[in-house]
Structures are given as C-alpha cells and as structure tokens.
C-alpha cells in the first residue's frame, strides 16, 4: 500500500509517493514510487512535471492570429511575394504590426516577438533587420498600382465587388525628414508648419479601400480627380457614382468625371450664387414636409434643379447650434484674455472697449449648419443625394484610423520611394482593419476595440527539460473573445 511522505530539503517541503516494504533482515523500509510535487502552504501542490518546466515565452497572440486568418483569406502572403522578392511575409509583418502597435522599424523585432507575428507567418527573427525591412520596402516602389489591383481583385472575390457609391478624399500627412521631393508646404487646416504629402484614397460603401495614390504636398485636392478616375478605370471600374466633399468642388475636374462616364454628388462651397440660395431657402425650410431623417440626426431639405443637375440644400438645426455656441465661447473667452485680436472680425472698437459687433455676427451665422450638394443624377431622390453624401464620413473615419490607430503619421522617412512604400504598408494595415470591422458587424464591436479585447490572449510556449520536449498553451477565452473569434473565423478556436 501506498502513501504520501513529506521530505524537507533546505526549507522546502516536497511531497513523494512511496510504498513500504521489509528487507531481508525483516526491516521495514520504504521504497520510492513517484515525485508527487512541491508543497506550497498547508494543501496546495505544483506537480512535478510542471514544476520542472521552463517558460521559453509568452506572446499576447490573439490579434495576430485574427489578421493573419484575414490576410490568408486573401492571399496577401503570396500577391506580395510575386511583387517583392519573396519578401512578402516581411511587408505583411509590418502591415500587422501597425494594427497592433505602429512602432519604427527599430522597435519591430521586439513588438515581433511580443505579438507571435514571427511565429504565426514562420519568420526567422534573428534573420529580421532593419536594413533587410527597409530593403523589402524598397520593392513596393515601383509595383505598388500593380499591388493594389491584384489586392482589389481578391477584395472582389472574397467580399463581392463595390456596388453604386465610391468614396473619394484626400488628407494631408506630415514628414519629419526635409530632403523628399514629395514633401512641400501646401493646404494645411492646422497650420502645422512641417512639410506634407497628400494622400489620396478611394472607399467603397462597406469601408474598403479601393485604391491608394501619394501626391506632392502642395497640390490642390480638385486636381487629384483626373488622376482617380485613371486608377478606377485601370481597376475595371468604367461607372460609378463618384461621392466628393467640398474641397474637390472644381468645375473643370467635376466636367471631366461627367465626360467620363461617372457621376458625381459633391458638396459645394457656399459662396456667390450658391451661398445666396442656400441662405434664401434656409430662412423658409424649416417646414415638417421638409425633414429627411439621416443615421443620428434630422435635417431639413429643400431641392431645385442646377446646371443640369440637382441642388440639395440642407439645415442641420442641431449643427448650427453647436456651432454658434462654440463661436460666442471663443469671442467671450478672447474678450476676458485681452486677445481680441483672434475675434476680431465679431467685434467694434468703442470708447469703453470693444463690443461684439451683431451685423458680423448675424452674417457669419447665416451659413452654420448649411450645406448644398450637387448631383447630376436628377433621377435620385433628395434623401438618396444625402444619404450618401453625408456617407462620407466613411473616407474621413478611414484618414482617424490611419492616423491615429494604424500611425501612419508623422513619417520618418525621407527618401521618396520609402515613403510610398510607408503609406503603401499603412494601406495594407487599414484593409485588415476594414475587412476584420466588415467581419464583427453583427457583433457590435469596432476593429480597434476587437484587438485590444484579444490583447488578453496569450500563447505560452514551455519546455521539460528532463524530457527534452516542447509544447505550448494558450490562456483561455473570455466569452467575448470568443465571439471575436467565431466572427473572424471559428477554426482558429481549434489552434487556441
């Protein structure tokens, strides 16, 4: 019969299997049968087998294995490798990685080994470099249209081609380096004095870049249009409904979409005769026959026909508050600091000081919260023209993500292709990104809050050293981990 023995050796307990038994001179011993484990406190025991174990690493690899399954679904291991030397699964990495943490390319072989992203493409990470990177970047430079299309034909495949709108802005970003050719001072809302290059980028309706084009700094966005409609008919794309904001409101590059074969809706400045409708409207639209309701919010419209197209003037009442508040806040707030001269257009000098001037005011007041849009397709409705201009939002969250998520800015390269390749590797980012939110949509969570939940995911590879054997283990899953992975695709729950 067996029994458990404690042995003490140098203050700590351990516990051994042993039976008894009597020697040949009738003598009672005991004979060793198994190690049972380490004693820790009154009752709990680490078995033997797991004591003697050694972490060789732990990596959070949940968010890697959900875009490496997106990226495999579309093949992009294998488009990238034709284009660049074999040198796809680095470029990959890379994109991966500026979902997960945008780093520099100093920072990457650690965030690497952190994230599993060498284990999950079968990357050697000894062999990963910053030179042997900026060598695989170098190969982008001169394929990258032919990139995009061969990567939008799997879009298609994979997730149906884009159907009646397109989307199209164009966003400045900053560069740290001076020596780029594309870098110029150009069109700056911020007045951010750092030179820029303008990124240009088409999405569909579900969110999915099209195609990508850098542009020098200092262009004019109505001036990027030609070159877009170039890219969407070398895409196979011949008609479309070309959605603009205002900044592209160019009547010559606006003609040339029309000749073309595409139409446009675009969001028209308020000035000179269209300032001077909208304004009249404005004053007699408030009406309950005028409301058209929209995702968050209920405007009112009012239409008539415009250069062989339509006009659609619209009054967000709630925007126009909003933005009449902010603007009194700023001139009061001026007023009390002694800067009057940031406001100084709403105010008139007096003999006891300055006053705000109402005449001003009440002018600047009568364009807040009013758009007008155009579009050349009279056969659309006033809602489906607003429906999908203000749909637009979608290019404008596409530049937040790419900008503040996936880090695309400021970009610390300096020579020209390295910057394309920089802004093409962001792209790839942002199409995992699209594809992973095409994906959750049912399950009410974004892309970015998805791969901070799967953060908590750990792979924890171990060796038994008396053994020699290696094996690893996952954590388990929360139930909304798990969700996030049957939405990404369920059979990577039989790898955790």
Known sequence: MTFIRKIKIRGKTYLAEVKSYRDDQGRVRQK??????????????????????????????????????????????????????????????????????????NSVKRYLLNFGVDK?????????????????????????????????????????????????????????????????????????????VEIGLAVDKRGFPIFHRVFDGNVHASKTLSAVMNELRLLGIERAILVLDRGMAAERPISEALKAGFDVIVGLPLKGEVKRRAVELSRVMVSPRNVVKLTNVFVYTTELRWRGGKLVICLNEKERT????????????????????????????????????????????????????????????????????????????????????????????????????????CYLAYLLASAMQHKLRLINISAPEALEEMKAIYRVAMEDPLKKVEFTKFSALTKRQEEIVRAINPKILTEV
């Not at 490496?68 to 294998?78: F, N, Q, Y």
């Not at 007096?350 to 009279?378: C, H, Q, V």
């Open 32 to 105: 060793f049968v198994r190690y049972v484990g380490k004693l820790i406190g009154e009752s709990k025991v680490i078995p033997g087998k797991f004591e003697r174990l050694k972490i060789e690493r732990v990596m959070a690899i949940g968010g890697t294995l959900l875009l490496k399954s997106i990226a495999d679904e579309l093949k992009l291991k294998e488009i990238l490798d034709a284009h660049t030397n074999e040198n796809g699964d680095l470029i990959l990495s890379l994109a991966i990685m500026h979902c997960l943490n945008p780093t520099s390319l």
């Open 120 to 196: 999950a493409l079968g990357l050697d990470v000894e062999n990963v470099s910053v030179k042997r990177l900026l060598t695989a970047m170098d190969y982008l430079d001169d394929s990258s249209f032919a990139l995009q299309r061969k990567i939008f034909e799997k879009i298609c495949k994979a997730y149906g081609a884009p159907r009646d709108s397109l989307f199209y802005d164009i966003t400045n970003v900053y560069l740290y380096g001076v020596k780029c050719i594309l870098a110029k001072k150009g069109y700056n809302s911020k007045n951010i004095p750092l030179p820029q």
């Open 322 to 425: 909003l933005v009449k508040e902010a603007r009194y806040k700023r001139i009061y707030r001026c007023m009390e600091s002694g800067k009057v001269e940031k406001v100084a257009e709403y105010l008139r000098k007096t003999e006891k000081g300055y006053e705000i001037n109402e005449a001003a005011l009440r002018k600047k007041e009568e364009t807040d919260g009013l758009y007008a849009i155009f579009s050349n397709k009279r056969e659309l409705t006033k809602e489906e023209i607003l429906k999908a201009y203000f749909e637009k939002d979608l290019v404008e969250k596409s530049f937040r993500m790419l900008k503040g998520v996936l880090g695309i800015d400021p970009v610390r390269h300096w020579l020209e292709n390295r910057v394309r390749a920089h802004v093409f590797i």
